[in-house]
Nanobody, 125 residues
Framework: QVRLVESGGGLVQAGGSLRLSCAAS????????MGWFRQAPGKEREFVAS????????YSADSVKGRFTISRDNTKNTVYLQMNSLKTEATAVYYC??????????????????WGQGTQVTVSS
């Protein structure tokens, strides 16, 4: 398995931006599809975005399209989530997750086998 550590969360005003990072160690990072999920209090964990090992396949939730961008740097074993025009409903714990690239794309968190500990994002009005 790959070990994942998120960073970059914090408090930001609505309309602001944050960039989350997820550093991977352990197994070869480049063989994994990486995803970002979030979980707000009292709600289920939901898909935000995913990116294939090459960066050639990217999927985003409709709620974040045009505002959030996922990217990765395989030389740094890191995946990023750039979040712009943040809304208060984006307040949640954000998790990165990994899935073997050969297994294909999915938005189901149950299909990701490795998870980070999460980073809190709070968007104030």
């Amino acid at each position: 398995q790959v070990r994942l550590v998120e960073s970059g969360g914090g408090l930001v005003q609505a309309g602001g931006s944050l960039r989350l990072s997820c550093a991977a160690s352990g197994r070869t990072f480049s063989i994994y599809t990486m995803g970002w999920f979030r979980q707000a209090p009292g709600k289920e964990r939901e898909f935000v975005a995913s990116i294939s090992w090459s960066g050639g396949s990217i999927y985003s939730a409709d709620s974040v399209k045009g505002r959030f961008t996922i990217s990765r740097d395989n030389t740094k074993n890191t995946v990023y989530l750039q979040m712009n025009s943040l809304k208060t409903e984006a307040t949640a714990v954000y998790y990165c997750a990994a899935r073997p690239n050969w297994a294909g794309a999915t938005m189901n968190p149950a299909d990701f086998g490795s998870w980070g500990q999460g980073t809190q994002v709070t968007v104030s009005s």
